[in-house]
């Protein structure tokens, strides 16, 4: 194994807060105290054989690293079911004054219409004079709580017993940002999560990983968590995009926020198809450094009653010691290369780890510059408010855990340099 070592160049931007206790564990918020660690190397075969050149990279690493998050981290999700199935219940309807075209598809999951259906929400340019490039979102509620359009279908919603039931009007979300995008010359799309897979430990039997269990089968070690399943089913609302000829297939970004964050970094490491993406405070399990031992850790996101079940169940094997996991962040970041990737994390989401983010990135560059593309090119943590765009792509808002109005903002400006460029 070759030795890929972060120095103390990174200047931390977030200040120390005292250690907390979660479920026992002690959680440290003091850089200090993060510990010393090595990376594996991205750029080094399993075998031990430094990758040299982006044909290697392709034909051997990336495949290998790909094996190695689906084994130890998110679980191996199946193929593509035979003969997937979209309905297009909404082809165009005028939307936000006009500006706007609205199209509304359920996707069946399952290629049944018994089985799983997924609502695609997608507002296109009205002024669009061929395919436009599309934002494909990953949200926490129905697509009708997330818009002002009267028109969008009402969804259904996981309650806190585990039920669906109707969803509201609207939700502590907030509201998707449309217009910006579609006056820009971009379309917006969004799925819910939980028309996939619901979000609760007990969730398996209402979702899309039981409709490929045989009855009584239980998940292997090695099979996929929720957020794998997540991940698959962006896949299948891309297998819808690449027969929309409104839609530009090879110019679809994905965003999403924390766990979704985690999600969406997967489905893009695993689905080339996707263009970008854009991780809002996506934290362990996602951009930030395992290795590091400051705010939430590999020990309590499995843990049985938190999270472990949006991962392989192999993960939790590596919360005692995450340096014996042969993965960590920087390698998830490096799977999205040479395409566009953005951290965006915030000063005060200590629990989602900034600096481990910010680490994760530097530390993914060599692959990015392999390829031919320029990673974040400084290993000096920029202050907040303060984006550097490159391929690789880094933004600390002032604040907490999530995305922020004004966030949009720069995720736009992302998407307008990496989308809209000849
Ligand atoms: C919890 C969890 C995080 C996750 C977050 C979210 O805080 O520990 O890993 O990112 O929920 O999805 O909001």
């Known amino acids: 194994m070759s030795l890929f070592a972060l120095t103390g160049a990174v200047l931390a931007q977030v200040p120390d807060w005292p250690d907390e206790e979660r479920e026992g564990v002690v959680v440290n918020y003091t850089e200090a105290k993060v510990g010393r660690f090595t990376l594996p190397d991205p750029l080094r075969?399993?075998?031990?054989?430094?990758?040299?050149?982006?044909?290697?990279?392709?034909?051997?690493?990336?495949?290998?690293?790909?094996?190695?998050?689906?084994?130890?981290?998110?679980?191996?999700?199946?193929?593509?079911?035979?003969?997937?199935?979209?309905?297009?219940?909404?082809?165009?309807?005028?939307?936000?004054?006009?500006?706007?075209?609205?199209?509304?598809?359920?996707?069946?999951?399952?290629?049944?219409?018994?089985?799983?259906?997924?609502?695609?929400?997608?507002?296109?340019?009205?002024?669009?004079?061929?395919p436009v490039p599309l934002l494909l979102h990953v949200g926490f509620t129905a697509n009708n709580t997330l818009v002002r359009d009267p028109g969008v279908k009402r969804g259904a919603i996981w309650n806190r017993d585990g039920v669906r039931e109707p969803a509201p009007d609207s939700s502590r979300f907030g509201q998707l940002r449309v217009l910006p995008f579609v006056e820009a010359g971009i379309g917006v799309a969004t799925v819910y999560y939980g028309d996939i897979e619901p979000d609760f430990a007990a969730g398996l039997p209402h979702g899309i990983r039981q409709t490929f269990l045989r009855p009584g089968e239980q998940l292997a070690p090695d099979a996929w968590g929720a957020i794998a399943a997540w991940a698959w089913g962006l896949s299948r609302a891309m297998d819808y995009v690449e027969t929309d000829a409104g839609i530009d297939a090879e110019r679809v970004a994905l965003i999403g926020v924390s766990r979704l964050g985690k999600t969406v970094l997967w489905t893009a490491a695993q689905d080339p198809r996707f263009a970008a993406v854009i991780a809002s405070c996506s934290g362990e399990g996602g951009a930030a450094l395992s290795r590091r031992n400051y705010g939430e850790t590999i020990k309590l996101i499995t843990l049985p009653q938190r999270f472990g079940y949006q991962f392989a169940g192999n993960y939790a094997r590596y919360g005692d010691d995450p340096g014996q996991s042969p993965v960590d962040a920087h390698m998830l970041v490096s799977l999205v290369a040479p395409r566009p990737v953005l951290l965006q994390t915030g000063t005060t989401d200590k629990w989602s780890d900034p600096v481990g983010e910010f680490e994760a990135a530097v530390a993914a560059e060599p692959v990015f510059e392999l390829l031919g593309e320029k990673g974040l090119g400084t290993t000096t943590m920029p202050p907040a408010q303060t984006p550097i765009f490159h391929t690789i792509g880094y933004y600390m808002h002032e604040g907490g855990h999530g995305t922020q109005p004004d966030d949009w903002d720069q995720y736009l400006a992302f998407l307008q340099q990496h989308l809209l460029r000849d």
């Open 45 to 130: 075969l399993n075998d031990g054989r430094p990758v040299t050149d982006a044909e290697t990279w392709f034909a051997q690493r990336r495949p290998e690293i790909l094996r190695l998050f689906e084994t130890h981290q998110f679980g191996k999700a199946p193929a593509a079911p035979d003969g997937i199935t979209f309905d297009v219940t909404d082809a165009g309807t005028p939307a936000f004054d006009g500006k706007a075209l609205r199209r509304q598809v359920t996707v069946y999951l399952s290629g049944s219409k018994n089985g799983p259906a997924m609502d695609l929400l997608i507002y296109l340019p009205a002024a669009a004079r061929g």
